[in-house]
């Protein structure tokens, strides 16, 4: 979970493959294969105007030229900077990375735009707060042709000064690292990886990655199919801050709702030397545990957790978790799939939480009544997860939702819930102005933008949240969907 951006900074690695922002859409023979165009949503958290500062860099090693300009965002607003549209840019493409700063504390999520007509989802990732760079990054998991999936990965420096990483990728099982790689960076730029590329790791793979650099750097991932179902994801990788032995999942599904979506969850060791004891304690719909996994996993390694696996898990079961360790503290990613053949196109990916926050941001946030369909309209719905991390009991949970002017359109207030519990919004059980909550974040003439606060009222209270943003994979089949997972923020 990200902290504050006490320093008004956002670190945003991009993966924008495309080599031409104009290029038109068509179909591709895999999500692997697919380009996308990088749209950054970023949310203004404080209650006045803000100045941000965007600055573009190109990928490592290359020589061209960092590139500065500024935008305007009004208090408590949410807005987008689509990068092949943004005439600052017209001369930028490929891969490359961007630092953001403001004069006023701001979120930001990376939003992946497919140029296929084939891969509709759209890969999420939050952007990383000043406080969040480290020398030691974690990857949970990296694929190379393993359940028809690969990993592209960015590690982007995050520090003021050059760094010099080492990179190790580590197979399920062993404790020595399949292959090392070691590499500079120069201040704000990044290198970018394609685990399908990468001959060391042989004809497959199936592991995670650790990072340690001489500085602070950041990591993101995308994740996508190798054969026709084009599912892709993302994620972000996870520095020492976030370390814990006790990492918190808002949600944990097994057969549930008419795609029948199930959770997995891959759990990597932080320590070099040691192994670790993992739990896994699954909870209802109430605070109780109603089942529990363990394994032990060797020192760098990781080891997949999938719900519908655990004895006393219902069918249809939507409920949370919670994930502890012993031997050294752990990372977690989590991961949702469907069943493929009523949404063969479904899988998200979120990072665990090892502590929440009495105040959330979602940067964002959309919602369509009418509209959920391919044609005509491609609309989005966004589904808030929403888990009391704390000792105590939440008090009412308030989650505000805001126009892409700031602008505040509906409010839904939810009862108290126990440690351990979740509960869910989405702006469609908001009170407020109905007729745009029912098409939240789509303005009349075409404007799009929408962002939320999750807040619990309760001293002390800590909370954490996924959201959920949804499309319609059919036209016909309102079952078949695709969807992606970004973690709430922390803004306090």
Known sequence: MRRTLSLLLVVVAL??????????????????????????????????????????????????????????LAANAGASLFVGGASELSGFSGQGSAVISSDQPIVATVVQLPQSSTVRNRPLSNGFGSNDGSNNVLIATVLKNQFNQTTKFSIQNADTSPVTVTLRFFRVGEATATHTETFSLNVGTARFFDAGTISQLGASFNGSATIQATG?????????????????????????????????????????????????????NTSATNPVTVTVSYRGSGSSIIATQSATILPGGKQSFQTCDASGIPSNYNGSAVITSTGAPIVVIGKVFAQPSVSPAFLTAFVGAGSGAQKLAAPYVRWTTTRFDVNPGNRQRAFIAIQNVGTGASGNITVKYFDRNGNLVGTHTLNSIDPGQKTNSNPSLATGQSDRLAEFGYETGGATG???????????????????????????????????????????
Do not use: H, W
């Open 216 to 268: 602070k750097v950041v990591s993101t991932a995308i994740e996508a199919t190798t054969d026709s179902s084009y599912r892709v994801s993302a994620f972000e990788g996870v520095g020492t801050s976030q370390f814990s032995n006790t990492v918190y999942m808002p949600s944990a599904l097994c057969n549930f709702g008419g795609s029948l979506q199930r959770t997995a969850y891959a759990v990597q």
């Open 450 to 492: 929408g962002s939320a606060t999750i807040e619990c009222a309760n001293s002390g209270c800590q909370i954490v949240a996924v959201i959920r943003i949804a499309s319609a994979n059919s036209a016909t089949n309102p079952a078949d969907i695709v969807a992606e997972d970004y973690n709430a923020i922390p803004i306090n």
């Open 15 to 72: 993966l924008v493959a495309s080599s031409n922002f104009t290029a038109p859409v068509s179909a591709q023979s895999s999500a692997y294969n697919t380009n996308f165009i990088t749209s950054i949503t970023y949310q203004n958290i404080s209650n006045a105007d803000a100045t941000v500062t965007f600055t573009f860099y190109p990928p490592s090693g290359s020589s061209a030229s960092p590139i500065t300009f500024n935008r305007s």
